[in-house]
């Protein structure tokens, strides 16, 4: 929905080790600070702030034939966004749509002055969604790195390694965004949080906050755009598998999303995440804000 404008260049997950820069081999790389960066890692970054950056073609194996050749027809589509931004002239503004890329956020602060909204989903939503696709994200990204095992990550056992359910990964992997995304919003300016479900509940005026806030420009095109797209009264919910279904109704997505869960499910997520979550919202298990998931929004 930023996107919407030739004054924007947009790049989609250029983080993603599936589709990204070519150095990037894991998800979620995490560095505390530009300082932590060696000399390589350093030129990589600069190197993507001008510009000076390709990204990898992803083709799934699940992809249609057609998908398949289109993809590598136009270099899938994420390099075809990296050209753009080198040439257009009208460019005011470089947004970056990459949640595999939150535990960089004070790697991007130290380097340029960027802005950043973080977005909090509710920790049953979000398992409910990865259910729907099919996802499952493991853990190993993170154990992987100590230092962000050891911030973000301090009651993960070892014993629990060999019981990771897609479930729980899903839930730890949860608890770690977030607690980084609490930390980093309280330490650095620049850092807007913003309730996925809370949006949903407004989405005209919320995103043209985010408008607002960016410098953008709002106009009659993208309040119409943003109405087709979230308010479609006859919305049943996203279908299993696919990623960008749109055109649904958005004050119903969490429904919609947590009802791929059963009681298990719903108890192992829970069970891992009630640090965070039972100070965020006034249920657990629901939407609604508790006060301090209120007084963090950054949308009031």
């Known amino acids: 929905m930023l996107d919407q404008s030739v004054a924007v260049n947009s790049f989609i997950e250029p983080f993603n080790p599936h589709g990204g820069v070519p150095w990037v081999h894991q998800r979620y790389l995490y560095f505390p600070s530009a300082d932590e960066l060696d000399a390589t890692t350093r030129t990589h970054f600069e190197d993507f702030f001008s510009y000076r950056f390709t990204q990898r073609t992803y083709v799934h194996g699940l992809d249609k034939p057609l998908t398949k050749w289109r993809k590598r027809l136009l270099l899938g589509g ?111 300016p620049g850092v807007d949080l913003i309730f996925h479900e809370e949006m949903s509940k407004a989405p005209l ?30 919305s049943v919910g996203a279908r299993a598998g696919i990623a960008h279904d749109f055109k649904r109704n958005s004050r119903d997505i969490f429904a919609q999303s947590i009802a791929w869960l059963d009681d298990e499910e719903r108890h192992a997520v829970m069970s891992i995440v009630a640090p965070v979550a039972e100070t965020l919202y006034a249920i657990p298990d629901q939407p609604e804000l508790s006060a301090r998931g209120r007084s963090l929004m950054a949308i009031q």
């Open 78 to 188: 994420n390099e075809l966004l990296v050209w753009r931004g080198r040439f257009n002239p009208f460019a005011r503004v470089s947004l970056i749509k990459d949640p595999i890329a939150v535990f960089l956020i004070d790697v991007f602060l130290d380097l340029r002055p960027v802005h950043v909204f973080g977005m909090i989903r509710h920790p049953l939503s979000y398992a409910g969604s990865l259910k729907r696709l099919g996802w499952d994200f493991e853990l190993e990204p993170l154990l992987n790195q100590p230092a962000l095992m050891e911030r973000y990550l301090p009651d993960f056992e070892e014993r629990n390694r060999g019981k990771l359910t897609p479930m729980k990964a899903c839930a730890w992997i949860w608890l770690a965004i977030n607690r980084y995304l609490l930390d980093v919003s309280a330490r650095r």
């Open 205 to 234: 005026e919320s995103i043209r906050w985010c408008h607002a806030r960016t410098g953008l420009d709002w106009d009659s095109k993208k309040e119409g755009r943003v109405r087709s797209l979230t308010d479609n009264q006859q």
